[in-house]
């Protein structure tokens, strides 16, 4: 068999001749425009989000009783800031890693790149979470010292709950996309090898 | 819209090659197929007419194929690339089964080469696409293609 006959035979792929390319088209399309849709309402949430809640949360910070409570809420205002420009970061770092029409190689760098971004964010979720839990925190001193010792107790739970839970997701998280850099680095130095 | 339409028709085949040496399951080869066509479609705006568009099609496929590759919930799809789906009927469907074998077990970047060489790509093109220089191109596909003789025996 030839080079020719080589390729001959690869064309003859039978999956070549079975589409229905106006459902795929339609489904390309939906899919985009899905994704668009998507991400207009993320926009819109943290506009929400900074719109009422940060306000709110300033308010309380200047005006709040006691200097627990006026602590607590700046600190959660600082954090949904914090938060909101994580949020920021990851969107424009999942956008980057899309993949593009640059060469392969160039390809393999900016999606390396990108993922070890996102990896590094979730890794350290919990500590620009931290101005949030440590606000609720303040809040749960409050609670317990002017309120009710179980409704201290409670909160307290409920944040250290939330506090671990989000140290495993983000940790979860961190360590499937270092997984992933390292296959594409792996990618990258045969790309390299072969250059 | 015209302009992709057109793309489509014009490529569907050669992507359908592509899904078939990168995935095994047909659930998966259908996902990436479309996964290629909405990277074409977004990227179709920034295409400026620099490379023809053949190789800037090329780019974008291969681009999305690789980094498909890396997501972790498909990685064994490559290691059982087109081991199940073919049920051979003639000869012609039994050398496309050794020649799809073969490709599947190769590394990514021979892979790489080995695809757009068998799509008729000049060595120039894959540099273009790939990033790899066309001398070192050239002399990596002539060991490919020594290495793609066993699947003449084969069959």
Same mark, same amino acid.
């Given at each position: 068999?030839?080079?020719?006959?080589?390729?001959?035979?690869? /064309?003859?792929?039978?999956?070549?001749?079975?589409?229905?390319? #106006?459902? /795929?088209?339609?489904?390309?399309?939906?899919? $985009?425009?899905?994704?668009?849709?998507?991400?207009?309402?993320?926009?819109?949430?943290?506009? &929400?989000?900074?719109?009422?809640?940060?306000?709110?949360?300033?308010?309380?910070?200047?005006?709040?009783?006691?200097?627990?409570?006026?602590?607590?809420?700046?600190? #959660?205002? #600082?954090?949904?800031?914090? /938060?909101?420009?994580?949020?920021?970061?990851?969107?424009?770092?999942?956008?980057?890693?899309?993949?593009?029409?640059? $060469?392969?190689?160039?390809?393999?760098?900016?999606?390396?790149?990108?993922?070890?971004?996102?990896?590094?964010?979730?890794?350290?979720?919990? &500590?620009?979470?931290?101005? &949030?839990?440590?606000?609720?925190?303040? &809040?749960?001193?409050?609670?317990?010292?002017?309120?009710?010792?179980?409704?201290?107790?409670?909160?307290?739970?409920?944040?250290?709950?939330?506090?671990?839970?989000?140290? #495993?997701?983000?940790?979860?998280?961190?360590?499937?996309?270092?997984?992933?850099?390292?296959?594409?680095?792996?990618?990258?130095?045969?790309?390299?090898?072969?250059? | 819209?015209?302009?992709?339409?057109?793309?489509?028709?014009?490529?569907?085949?050669?992507?359908?090659?592509?899904?078939?040496?990168?995935?095994?399951?047909?659930?998966?080869?259908e996902d990436l197929f479309q996964d290629i066509f909405l990277a074409v479609w977004r990227a179709l705006?920034?295409?400026?007419?620099?490379?023809?568009?053949?190789? =800037?099609l090329y780019r974008v496929a291969h681009n999305v194929a690789l980094s498909w590759q890396t997501r972790?919930?498909?990685?064994?799809?490559?290691?059982?690339?087109?081991?199940?789906?073919?049920?051979?009927?003639?000869?012609?469907?039994?050398?496309?089964?050794?020649?799809?074998?073969?490709?599947?077990?190769?590394?990514?970047?021979?892979?790489?080469?080995?695809?757009? =060489?068998?799509?008729?790509?000049?060595?120039?093109?894959?540099?273009?696409?790939?990033?790899?220089?066309?001398?070192? +191109?050239? +002399?990596?596909?002539?060991?490919?293609?020594?290495?793609?003789?066993?699947?003449? +025996?084969?069959?």
């Amino acid at each position: 068999m030839n080079h020719d006959a080589l390729r001959a035979v690869w /064309v003859s792929h039978p999956d070549a001749h079975k589409e229905n390319l #106006m459902t /795929v088209m339609n489904a390309v399309l939906e899919e $985009d425009r899905s994704a668009c849709e998507t991400d207009r309402w993320v926009r819109v949430a943290a506009v &929400i989000a900074v719109g009422l809640l940060c306000p709110a949360l300033l308010w309380f910070a200047a005006y709040g009783r006691t200097p627990l409570v006026r602590g607590g809420y700046s600190l #959660m205002a #600082m954090g949904t800031a914090m /938060v909101l420009f994580a949020q920021w970061l990851h969107r424009t770092w999942s956008r980057q890693a899309l993949p593009g029409a640059a $060469d392969a190689r160039s390809e393999l760098q900016k999606l390396g790149l990108a993922v070890s971004r996102q990896a590094s964010l979730f890794r350290t979720a919990p &500590i620009w979470c931290a101005p &949030i839990f440590l606000g609720a925190v303040l &809040i749960g001193a409050w609670v317990y010292q002017e309120r009710s010792v179980g409704g201290g107790y409670l909160l307290w739970a409920t944040v250290g709950t939330a506090w671990v839970v989000n140290w #495993m997701t983000g940790f979860s998280k961190a360590r499937k996309l270092t997984e992933r850099r390292s296959q594409i680095e792996s990618l990258l130095s045969e790309f390299d090898e072969a250059r | 819209m015209a302009q992709f339409g057109c793309l489509m028709e014009a490529y569907a085949g050669p992507i359908r090659r592509l899904c078939g040496a990168y995935a095994s399951r047909s659930a998966d080869r259908e996902d990436l197929f479309q996964d290629i066509f909405l990277a074409v479609w977004r990227a179709l705006p920034s295409f400026r007419g620099d490379s023809s568009e053949r190789t =800037w099609l090329y780019r974008v496929a291969h681009n999305v194929a690789l980094s498909w590759q890396t997501r972790d919930r498909r990685r064994s799809s490559r290691e059982t690339a087109l081991q199940g789906n073919l049920e051979p009927s003639d000869i012609m469907d039994l050398r496309r089964l050794a020649l799809n074998q073969a490709v599947a077990a190769m590394s990514p970047t021979d892979r790489t080469l080995t695809l757009l =060489w068998l799509e008729g790509l000049s060595a120039i093109e894959i540099e273009e696409v790939t990033g790899i220089k066309s001398t070192n +191109v050239a +002399v990596r596909l002539s060991r490919i293609r020594k290495h793609l003789s066993p699947v003449e +025996v084969s069959t």
